[in-house]
């Protein structure tokens, strides 16, 4: 299989790595194809590249994929994926823009760095050419699970945009302590922040504009902070019931 993915970043280099194909690059920062596809053994087409490919692999900001899959998709002669992170303008386009071509929508729900991890997938039309990159993710040790256009894109709302929102703001309200005052809870937030504020200020921003999660975070934090004694156990056993595990200690023991 021949594989054109357009975007050079740390997404496109991950499926390079990743997928069992002949690859180029394509990207309008010209020096970060050649480095991407130098690391692969790949090569780099132009952006205005006529040539066709078997498959076609998106790997662009969320904000860039429509266009993105309007301009390219023409070059893909058997199947269209991409791995924007965002799956109903993803599909609609592809849809629309690769009638006979297979259409699937990847999310790897990790950065490369810590691959592997899960990868939700919708399939939009199989066929052997997607089924073997989901094959390739899967054999290197990736969870690969399907859902749907909905399910994904309202999930993102909790576990992206809100979790986001929830570590950022945390990281702005903590005040300036010494190390030895850490407990177990206030450690594990500090972690996550450091895995957030490592990636990049851009693609943070995108999943804020697109999914809507933010609010919610902020709303249950008034809540919280306007609830007297009772409404606030209250919260506390709702919170609880939600998350409880057969592992969780009982008494705050966890933060002691």
Known sequence: MNLLIVGAGAMGRWVADTVDADVA????DADA?????????????????????DALCLAVPMSAVIDTIEVYAPLAERAVFDITGVMAAPVAAM????????????????????????????????GPVTDAVRDDMTAADNHVFETTVE?????????????????LAYAL????????????VS??????????????????SEIQSVFEGADDVAAAAAQIAAADD????????????RFESPDSLADGEADR
């Open 25 to 28: 690059f394509l990207d309008r």
């Open 173 to 184: 309200a903590a005040g300036d302590v010494r190390e030895e005052f850490a407990t177990p």
């Open 95 to 126: 849809r629309e823009h690769a009638p006979d071509c297979e259409r699937v929508s990847f999310h790897p729900l990790f950065a490369p760095r810590n691959a592997p991890g899960n990868v939700a997938v919708v399939t939009d039309e199989s």
């Open 230 to 241: 009772d409404e606030f156990e209250s919260l506390y056993h709702d919170v609880s019931s």
């Open 187 to 204: 450690a594990g937030l500090r972690d996550l922040v450091e895995t957030v504020t490592d990636g990049s200020p851009q693609v943070y």
């Open 33 to 53: 194809a050649e480095t991407a596809a130098e690391a692969v053994d790949g090569r780099v087409v132009p952006v205005d590249t006529e040539e066709r490919f």
């Open 151 to 167: 399910e994904h894109d309202e999930a993102m709302k909790t576990v992206q945009a809100g979790a986001h929102t929830a570590v």
